[in-house]
């Protein structure tokens, strides 16, 4: 996964012998079969891919198909390397930052935006348009999906499905692409304004709409099946009170297990309209028995951090990016230069309450300017 010294050769999977004489056996090659596979099989994908490197006993014995998937969090600035991805293994103590080289893609200026289990989802130029490529960037192996005008990739929000197949959805309009099809299929959307932070979880779409008025928002959650694209049903529940009023700016995000939504914002300290905010609070929906539950509240210190100003109150032009998935949440913003905060679902509490926060340093890169990101499960399991 770690750059090669040159990432565009191609190595030979079954290389001819060596004319000399053969050397004497690898430790492995004498173990017991059953052995072997136990060893082989608590391997982790970043030494599994080091392991295959090293021979060619173990690159047989470590087949692609049979690595497990690594999850990431895959970072994207505007100012970034084209032809690099930046991700982060978040099971370390200390940042481990990693790049992956996107040099294969014979595309100018390929900017990911999405993901599905080892699959990303990239928008570059295809002349005379844009397009969408989906990629394996580990396999290094790629498909360009039918094109698509530059409109959408201007103002489209992109979600992959898995298996290679991806929705583009805009305030008017959704298209939907399934592998092997040789168009889009567009549909109407149906939604009473433009879905704000849609996520896929469980074969359905869920999203926030602002049905309010232009002075003041008012939050609805809607759902619909991804094969039914435009039949939207409202979620919503008498005892879930002023839920979508106390947060501002919300923002869904798939929780731990797929079995819950988290949604983020900023907490109104008041209901009036410019009522200013006093930190973040994360909320989370039981998909079961659809109650909501309070799973965090980012500490004061860390929101002065993002707020800028002492007290919590923000000001100034502190744009705030908020992306995650699987439980984990991550905030990059103007002030909070060179560092991410990122808050991790407990996933022994079923109920609220759970959850830790803490500082994640050390991004490699710009010190200016917000990084964007999204989950990505690193892996062998699906190609283009």
Not at 194 to 219: A, E, H, Y
Request: aromatic letters at 10%.
């Amino acid at each position: 996964m770690e750059p090669e010294s040159d990432p565009d050769r191609k190595e030979d999977p079954d290389p001819a012998p060596s004319s000399s004489s053969p050397s004497s056996p690898s430790p492995f090659e004498l173990l017991p079969p059953d052995a072997l596979h136990e060893i082989m099989g608590r391997l982790a994908l970043r030494p599994a891919l080091a392991a295959r490197a090293a021979c060619r006993f173990l690159r047989e014995a470590l087949p692609p198909e049979s690595l497990p998937p690594l999850r990431l969090l895959a970072l994207r600035h505007p100012r970034h390397s084209p032809y690099t991805i930046l991700v982060l293994d978040p099971s370390f103590a200390s940042p481990l930052w990693l790049s992956i080289p996107l040099s294969f893609l014979p595309f100018p200026s390929p900017s990911p935006v999405a993901s599905s289990p080892s699959l990303l989802l990239l928008w570059a130029d295809t002349p005379p348009s844009r397009s969408l490529i989906v990629c394996n960037p580990l396999a290094r192996a790629y498909r360009v999906l039918p094109p698509l005008g530059s409109a959408w990739s201007r103002h489209g929000t992109v979600l992959a499905a898995p298996g290679g197949a991806a929705l583009v959805l805009t305030e008017l309009a959704a298209l939907s692409y399934t592998p092997g099809s040789p168009h889009w299929l567009k549909s109407p959307l149906n939604l009473p304004s433009k879905p704000r932070s849609p996520i896929l979880m469980s074969g359905s779409i869920f999203t926030l709409c602002d049905i309010g008025s232009p002075w003041r928002s008012q939050w609805k959650l809607f759902s619909c099946s991804m094969n039914c694209l435009g039949g939207w049903t409202q979620l919503e529940r008498h005892d879930w009170g002023d839920v979508f009023d106390i947060l501002k700016r919300p923002r869904l995000i798939p929780g731990a297990g797929g079995n819950r939504i988290l949604m983020i914002g900023g907490l109104r300290s008041s209901f009036a309209v410019d009522a200013p905010c006093s930190t973040v609070l994360i909320l989370g929906l039981d998909l079961g028995t659809m109650e909501w539950d309070e799973f965090g509240r980012m500490p004061p210190e860390m929101y002065r951090c993002f707020a800028g100003v002492a007290g919590g109150n923000a000001g100034g032009n502190n744009k705030v990016k908020v992306f995650g998935g699987d439980g984990r949440v991550w905030f990059s913003g103007k002030r909070a230069r060179g560092k991410l905060a990122m808050w991790e679902e407990d996933r022994g509490v079923r109920k609220g309450g759970g959850g830790a926060w803490k500082w994640v340093d050390g991004v490699p890169g710009y010190t200016e300017g917000v990084y964007r990101g999204f989950v990505f499960d690193a892996g062998f399991t699906a190609m283009p």
